[in-house]
T-cell receptor, first 117, second 114 residues
Framework: NAGVTQTPKFRVLKTGQSMTLLCAQD?????MYWYRQDPGMGLRLIHY???????AKGEVPDGYNVSRLKKQNFLLGLESAAPSQTSVYFC????????????????FGSGTRLTVV | AQSVTQLGSHVSVSEGALVLLRCNYS??????LFWYVQYPNQGLQLLLK??????LVKGINGFEAEFKKSETSFHLTKPSAHMSDAAEYFC????????????FGTGTRLQVTL
């Protein structure tokens, strides 16, 4: 049982380059999320998805795009990377609204450390 | 809007001493509350969660937290710290009305000394 898998684990980009971060979950979760973690700022929500084919903006969406073509995958794209996007990116998934409350909570991936130079 | 405030970005305790990490929440509806732990270079792992079943919640690794509505608090405690508890701890708040989105605090780094 892999849970949530993120690829790649590390990446260095030059300013202006593009890349896609992949998140895959095998728990049949409806909801998936992308967060970024920066020192002293905790985790901030970038985008999220409540189901296949749907996405929505979070707290800090600018400079990022996402797609959820398959239920198990959630992709985060950077079209033109900037140094301000240097961060650790975490993907998470969860059960949907309306399920048993004791199931609430996220399962996290192990993160992608991105450096933009 | 919901939010959490973690008091103290760094906490240092001696091995064997009480661990107390503070979290206060703000929510206009009954909240769900969570504590997550992050070890160096790893993702976040769920320690415990409050979903209105019981106000005192026991989690993994000997941690527990008590939901106090009157104080809008959900502080994390452990009676006796171990060296292996050194990590960063995040409090988070959510509820069913927001697509299960969680709002995280800024984290508290716990240091355990000999």
């Amino acid at each position: 049982n892999a849970g949530v898998t993120q690829t790649p684990k590390f990446r260095v980009l030059k300013t202006g380059q593009s890349m896609t971060l992949l998140c895959a979950q095998d728990m049949n979760h409806e909801y998936m999320y992308w967060y970024r973690q920066d020192p002293g700022m905790g985790l901030r929500l970038i985008h999220y998805s409540v189901g296949e084919g749907t996405t929505a903006k979070g707290e800090v969406p600018d400079g990022y795009n996402v797609s959820r073509l398959k239920k198990q995958n959630f992709l985060l794209g950077l079209e033109s990377a900037a140094p301000s996007q240097t961060s650790v990116y975490f993907c998470a998934s969860s059960y949907s609204y309306g399920t048993e409350p004791t199931n609430y909570g996220y399962t996290f991936g192990s993160g992608t450390r991105l450096t933009v130079v | 809007a919901q939010s959490v405030t973690q008091l103290g970005s760094h906490v240092s305790v001696s091995e064997g001493a009480l661990v107390l990490l503070r979290c206060n929440y703000s929510s206009s509806v009954p909240p769900y509350l969570f504590w997550y732990v992050q070890y160096p270079n790893q993702g976040l792992q769920l320690l415990l969660k409050y979903t209105s079943a019981a106000t005192l919640v026991k989690g993994i690794n000997g941690f527990e937290a008590e939901f106090k509505k009157s104080e809008t608090s959900f502080h994390l405690t452990k009676p006796s710290a171990h060296m292996s508890d050194a990590a960063e701890y995040f409090c988070a708040v959510g509820h069913t009305g927001t697509a299960s989105k969680l709002t995280f605090g800024t984290g508290t780094r716990l240091q355990v000394t000999l």
